[in-house]
C-alpha cells in the first residue's frame, strides 16, 4: 500500500506520528462504452451548452445553482478561501463507542506508525481498547476539514471520516407503531425464525456473485477469441521523517492529565472548538438532495 497522508495524532501533549493508507479498495470491473458497429471507444466532451464549443479543463469554472440563479466560482475566488494546512489529527474528544452511530460512517483509513519508536502508537492503540472508547477527531485532507472518528481494527488504529450532523438525513415518514399491532405469540415465532439464522459474522464467507460471473464472461470471450486491439479502436490511452523527538511520552500524559484537570468544571466555548464551531455556523435545515456544483 502507499501512503496518502502523513501527519501526527495529537491530544493532549502526546504526538504520535502516523502515515494514513486507504483501508478499502473496489473490485468492480471497469467497463467502457463502445460503438456497436465498430467497437471503438464512446468519449465523452466538455461542450459549452451555450456556444456549442468543446471546453479544454484550463477554461473551466465552479458554479452553484440554486434552482434559480447559477454564482460562477472562479480559480480567485477558491483560492481566497482559508486552505488549511494543520498536519495534525486533533483529539477533540473520546467517546463511548457504542454512541457513534454506523450511518455516519464514509471513508476508512489505515494508520501506520510513522516513527521509530512505537511505543505512543501502541499506549494510544491499547487505551482505547481497555476503555471502549471512540476518539473523535478533527483533520484536514485534500484542503477540506473533516470529522472523523479514530477506533481500533485488529492491531491497528483506524481513522474513519464521519458525516456532519445536517448531512444525515431523518426517517420522515409516518410511524407505524400505532397503525399495526404484534401480538406476543407473533413476536415469539418471529425471534424463533431469527434464532434459526443465527451465526458469527464472516464476511469471507460472502462474494460477489454479479462481478465474479461477469468477470468468467469476459474470460469466456477472450478464449473464443473475440478479444480484438485496444490501441487500435481505443486510441492512446522519499519519506522524510516528521514529528521529530516529541516530548518524554509519561511526562506529556502527566502534563495532559494535569492540565484537564485543571480546567474540570469549566467548558470549552464553541468559538474554540473547530468541530462545534462549524456545526453552530451552520444552523440545522431539513435535509434536501444536494444540488451539483
Same mark, same amino acid.
Given at each position: 500500500?502507499?501512503? =496518502?497522508?502523513?501527519?501526527?495524532?495529537?491530544?493532549? &501533549?502526546?504526538?504520535?506520528?502516523?502515515?494514513?493508507?486507504?483501508?478499502?479498495?473496489?473490485?468492480?470491473?471497469?467497463?467502457?462504452?463502445?460503438?456497436?458497429?465498430?467497437?471503438?471507444?464512446?468519449?465523452?466532451?466538455? #461542450? %459549452?451548452?451555450? %456556444?456549442?464549443?468543446?471546453?479544454?479543463?484550463?477554461? =473551466?469554472?465552479?458554479?452553484?445553482?440554486?434552482? *434559480?440563479?447559477?454564482?460562477?466560482?472562479?480559480?480567485?475566488?477558491?483560492?481566497?478561501?482559508?486552505? !488549511?494546512?494543520?498536519?495534525?489529527?486533533?483529539? @477533540?474528544?473520546? @467517546?463511548?463507542?457504542?454512541?457513534?452511530?454506523?450511518?455516519?460512517?464514509? #471513508?476508512?483509513?489505515?494508520?501506520?506508525?510513522?516513527?521509530?519508536?512505537?511505543?505512543?502508537?501502541?499506549? &494510544?492503540?491499547?487505551?482505547?481498547?481497555?476503555?471502549?472508547?471512540?476518539? =473523535?477527531?478533527?483533520?484536514?485532507?485534500?484542503?477540506? +476539514? #473533516?470529522?472523523?472518528?479514530? #477506533?481500533?481494527?485488529?492491531?491497528?488504529?483506524? &481513522?474513519?471520516?464521519?458525516?456532519?450532523?445536517?448531512?444525515?438525513? !431523518?426517517?420522515?415518514?409516518?410511524?407505524?407503531?400505532?397503525?399495526?399491532?404484534?401480538?406476543?405469540?407473533?413476536?415469539?415465532?418471529?425471534?424463533?425464525?431469527?434464532?434459526?439464522?443465527? +451465526? /458469527?459474522?464472516?464476511?469471507?464467507?460472502?462474494?460477489?456473485?454479479?462481478?465474479?460471473?461477469?468477470?468468467?464472461? @469476459? !474470460?469466456?470471450?477472450?478464449?473464443?477469441?473475440?478479444?480484438?486491439?485496444?490501441? *487500435?479502436?481505443?486510441? *492512446?490511452?522519499? /519519506? /522524510?521523517? !516528521?514529528?521529530?523527538?516529541?516530548? /518524554?511520552?509519561?511526562?506529556?500524559?502527566?502534563?495532559?492529565?494535569?492540565?484537564?484537570?485543571?480546567?474540570?468544571?469549566?467548558?470549552? +466555548?464553541?468559538?474554540?472548538?473547530?468541530?462545534?464551531?462549524?456545526?453552530?455556523?451552520?444552523?440545522?435545515?431539513?435535509?434536501?438532495?444536494?444540488?451539483?456544483?
Amino acid at each position: 500500500m502507499r501512503s =496518502i497522508w502523513k501527519g501526527s495524532i495529537a491530544f493532549g &501533549l502526546v504526538n504520535v506520528p502516523v502515515k494514513v493508507y486507504s483501508a478499502t479498495e473496489s473490485h468492480d470491473i471497469s467497463l467502457h462504452q463502445v460503438h456497436e458497429k465498430d467497437g471503438g471507444r464512446i468519449r465523452y466532451q466538455r #461542450r %459549452c451548452e451555450i %456556444c456549442g464549443e468543446v471546453v479544454d479543463y484550463d477554461n =473551466i469554472d465552479k458554479s452553484y445553482d440554486d434552482g *434559480e440563479q447559477t454564482v460562477v466560482l472562479t480559480d480567485e475566488d477558491m483560492d481566497s478561501l482559508p486552505v !488549511e494546512k494543520n498536519r495534525e489529527i486533533d483529539v @477533540v474528544e473520546f @467517546v463511548p463507542t457504542e454512541q457513534v452511530d454506523p450511518i455516519m460512517f464514509e #471513508r476508512a483509513y489505515y494508520l501506520e506508525p510513522d516513527s521509530k519508536s512505537t511505543k505512543s502508537y501502541v499506549l &494510544l492503540r491499547k487505551t482505547l481498547e481497555k476503555t471502549e472508547r471512540t476518539a =473523535i477527531v478533527h483533520f484536514t485532507l485534500r484542503q477540506k +476539514s #473533516r470529522l472523523a472518528a479514530l #477506533r481500533v481494527r485488529g492491531d491497528a488504529l483506524m &481513522l474513519q471520516t464521519l458525516l456532519w450532523d445536517d448531512e444525515v438525513r !431523518e426517517a420522515d415518514f409516518p410511524s407505524l407503531e400505532e397503525s399495526v399491532k404484534i401480538s406476543a405469540k407473533e413476536l415469539d415465532m418471529a425471534a424463533s425464525l431469527v434464532e434459526s439464522f443465527s +451465526s /458469527d459474522f464472516d464476511p469471507s464467507q460472502f462474494t460477489d456473485d454479479y462481478q465474479e460471473q461477469l468477470r468468467q464472461l @469476459v !474470460e469466456a470471450k477472450l478464449e473464443k477469441g473475440e478479444g480484438f486491439s485496444t490501441e *487500435e479502436t481505443f486510441g *492512446e490511452t522519499d /519519506d /522524510d521523517d !516528521e514529528g521529530g523527538n516529541v516530548i /518524554d511520552l509519561m511526562e506529556a500524559l502527566r502534563r495532559s492529565v494535569e492540565k484537564n484537570r485543571g480546567k474540570k468544571g469549566s467548558k470549552t +466555548s464553541d468559538a474554540d472548538n473547530p468541530v462545534k464551531k462549524k456545526a453552530k455556523s451552520k444552523p440545522k435545515k431539513k435535509a434536501t438532495a444536494k444540488k451539483s456544483a
